[in-house]
């Protein structure tokens, strides 16, 4: 396979004769409809120098609880198609169609399937070939970011710990991330349950090494009514504001034309493994019970015009890492 071939692809495995360190993970996020249930289900490969450390997993969060499991399993068990995105785990299968899960260890038993359908890939095009733009064009960036799915619909039903779950018509999330370590410090968001049907929202803020330099580089996403509004460093667009206190994230950014603000309102959660370039170490705590507001204005002068305003529930939050580097790096 190509080096353009996963430049374009960016929902496939890259790590087809990649030099360790490597990691890649893929992120569903499954939400029933009575939006009783949310689960994060994130199956991934981890590389090292040191070959004893080589292993692939599948982690798995409940959004309610906070309870987060790490099965384990040899590298050996992984596999991963060169020319489509599909990757067997153990005796589990991950797909941008479907999931299949087989898990039974002493942490946690997971049987059964969920099906996707009506996707809303993040689009692919020369100039910008996925989230990460003109970004994902260069080799050997530290952590690398891809959308599969912004909203989808769910079909299935999972048994967890024997209790029987049904997706039905509920609402999922794809993305991933692969490369040599998570950020130094980051800030993510994420939520497709807003009170209009298939918007939905992603962004992120992070501490980007490349070439001996550091900056503070961006990405969002909000999909709404057909349409993608993008907010990146890539596209020229400026944070304006951003804050982070024991309660909320406040940020602000603005590109030629247009305003986005957003307040995240923290929540209790869980904590996943996240990789650095030693092992699979990091606890990075993540909630699914967060709220994320935004207004979304055109900016014209001095006026301003409201294109979008409301609130995303069950929303994904992470703030990790050294943030306060994060926040020095914007003034």
């Not at 029933?32 to 004893?52: C, H, K, T, V, W």
């Not at 959308?147 to 991933?176: M, P, Q, W």
């Not at 992070?206 to 900056?215: E, K, N, Q, S, V």
Request: net charge neutral; with cysteine.
């Amino acid at each position: 396979m190509s080096y353009l071939n996963t430049v374009f692809h960016p929902e496939r495995y890259h790590g087809h004769k990649k030099k360790p360190p490597f990691f890649e993970g893929w992120y569903y996020k499954l939400v029933d409809a009575a939006e009783q249930a949310r689960y994060a289900i994130i199956p991934g490969i981890f590389l090292s120098d040191n070959p004893q450390k080589h292993h692939a997993f599948i982690q798995v969060l409940d959004g309610l609880t906070g309870q987060a499991t790490y099965h384990r399993y040899p590298a050996t068990e992984f596999w991963a198609a060169e020319d489509t995105f599909e990757v067997r785990i153990g005796n589990s299968y991950f797909s941008a169609e479907q999931i299949f899960l087989h898990i039974e260890d002493d942490q946690r038993t997971v049987h059964g399937e969920v099906h996707f359908s009506q996707l809303h890939p993040w689009p692919v095009r020369w100039t910008s070939p996925g989230i990460m733009g003109a970004f994902g064009y260069l080799p050997n960036m530290e952590c690398n970011h891809g959308v599969v799915s912004l909203d989808h619909t769910l079909s299935g039903c999972l048994a967890i710990d024997g209790r029987e779950i049904s997706f039905n018509n509920g609402r999922g999330y794809i993305e991933k991330d692969w490369g040599k370590s998570f950020p130094a410090g980051y800030v993510w968001m994420q939520s497709n349950h807003f009170h209009t049907a298939g918007t939905s929202f992603v962004g992120s803020i992070a501490i980007i090494p490349y070439l001996g330099i550091t900056f503070p580089g961006f990405i969002i996403g909000l999909w709404h009514k057909q349409h993608l509004y993008r907010f990146a460093t890539y596209t020229k667009a400026k944070t304006e504001h951003l804050a982070i206190s024991d309660t909320q994230v406040d940020w602000i950014v603005r590109n030629r034309t247009q305003r986005l603000q957003m307040t995240a309102q923290r929540a209790q959660g869980g904590l996943l493994y996240g990789p650095t370039r030693e092992n699979m170490s990091d606890r990075v705590g993540e909630t699914m019970l967060a709220t994320i507001e935004l207004t979304l204005t055109a900016v014209q002068k001095e006026h301003e015009r409201l294109l979008f305003q409301g609130k995303g529930y069950n929303a994904g939050l992470e703030i990790h890492g050294d943030t306060e580097r994060l926040l020095a790096m914007q003034k």
